[in-house]
């Protein structure tokens, strides 16, 4: 118990511990509901945590055991890239089709400038502590947000990064930089830190919960949202000056969400919850799955085409918002 409370290393004790076990509560899919998301063949089945796409075609996801797994084809299919490592890599973020990172346990940092043909360690002098969240605003600078308020900056593309302990030291569960200067950290706890001047300071807002908050997310300099555990949403206009609840309708625990304006987002979490929202966040639909297991993370190119990747290499896509059939029909005649 000691160890579920401190939350050492989040993404296995999230991901990994409850994904062996069957949800407490009743799944949000009805039996046999059609889904506007379908399943793509990941080829392994690692649970994975980190997904960026570039555009409707290239991608890549990371994982457990070191995995790496890339498409040129919008998922069509995916070839594994050898990265040298079995360590859990929990997030990926690439700058350009060649330039990438992948963050994980024991401090791991990995590089590519060849799109991930060839990944190579960069040193981030903190083999004791696990990375977890990656985000770079250019070519050359880029955060890393880690467990007991690990924060681990570059300005050379990962030759040399520096360390930065901002308390309280719970674990930063992801980094959000919206321009070079205003930036995000959501944490443990409730926690949410913002900077302003890229990065030099970090000043901690009123979250108005006590909540793990997991991911944060800003679709433009004051429209953003944090999503955690028991289906926690919260959302500023702000820049984070104030946090307001949203609610979500379903206990779940939210791991990952994405807006791809102020208008249109998802969030995605534990027992194959999908929620979907057209107006900010002042509602939010469920969108059928069509699967049990932890979605962990979210990520689209436009308001139609997206994927989702969860435990045991899940993929699933949408070339349709994740609408399902009957909704887009219900949709269209609402429309005449």
Known sequence: MKYLKNRIWQWILIVFILAGCKPSFPLPDAPGSPSGWE???????????????????????????????????????????????????????????????????????????DGGQRWTLQDSAQPKKNLLHVFFTGPDQGWVAGERGLLLSTTDGGQHWASTEVKPAVAFNSIFFINPKQGWISGDAGNIFYTEDGGAHWARQE?????????????????GWAVGGNGTILHTTDSGQHWSAQTSGVPSFLLGTFFINDQVGWAVGASGTILNTKDGGATWQQQVSGTIDFLTNVHFIDPQVGWIIGTKGVILYTKKGGESPSAETKTEEEKK
């Open 39 to 113: 399943t793509q063949n990941s080829g392994i089945k690692t649970s994975l945590g980190g997904i960026y796409f570039l555009d409707a075609q290239n991608g890549w996801l990371s994982g457990n055991k070191g995995i790496i797994l890339h498409t040129t084809d919008g998922g069509q299919h995916w070839s594994i890239q050898e990265t040298g490592t079995q360590t859990l890599l929990v997030s990926i973020f690439f700058v350009s089709p060649k330039r990438g990172w992948a963050v994980g346990e024991k401090g791991t940092i990995l590089f590519t400038d």
């Open 207 to 223: 979250s108005g919960t006590d909540k793990d908050l997991h991911r944060i997310f800003f679709s433009s300099p004051r429209m």
